[in-house]
């Protein structure tokens, strides 16, 4: 079991950055990969960037991509999304998630893929 608890949402202005963490509970941190959604109001929750167990695999959704930046610290239990050069319509709830992977590298894209969800964080990105 994995417990997830995201933080450092919040209102920012276009061109700004916020950096999210998420602590993971639990001695297996190392052994799931992680992931980043994100869901804005009216619409489906999406992917925003993936990260494998070791941290050397990393993918990213083409909307984020060469603005946001995933990484994890497995000694602390954390995983990060820094954002920079926020636009509004980054605007939404930002969740990271957990999928135990055991022996795999690989990370994963797809929202049911994973097994552990966090409450998400709000981010509000004004123009």
């Known amino acids: 079991q994995v417990q997830l608890v995201e933080s450092g949402g919040g209102l920012v202005q276009a061109g700004e950055s916020l950096r999210l963490s998420c602590a993971a509970s639990?001695?297996?941190?190392?052994?799931?990969?992680m992931g980043w959604f994100r869901q804005a109001p009216g619409k489906e929750r999406e992917f925003v960037a993936a990260?494998?167990?070791?941290?050397?695999?990393?993918y990213y959704a083409l909307s984020v991509k060469g603005r946001f930046t995933i990484s994890r610290d497995n000694a602390k239990n954390m995983v990060y999304l820094r954002m920079d050069n926020l636009k509004p319509e980054d605007t939404a709830v930002y969740f990271c998630?957990?999928?135990?992977?055991?022996?795999?590298?690989?990370?994963?894209?797809?929202?049911?893929?994973?097994?552990?969800w966090g409450q998400g964080t709000r981010v509000t990105v004004s123009s």
């Open positions: 639990g001695r297996t941190f190392s052994s799931h990969a």
């Open positions: 990260i494998n167990r070791s941290g050397g695999a990393i």
């Open positions: 998630a957990a999928k135990l992977t055991l022996h795999s590298p690989t990370y994963y894209t797809s929202s049911d893929e994973y097994d552990y």
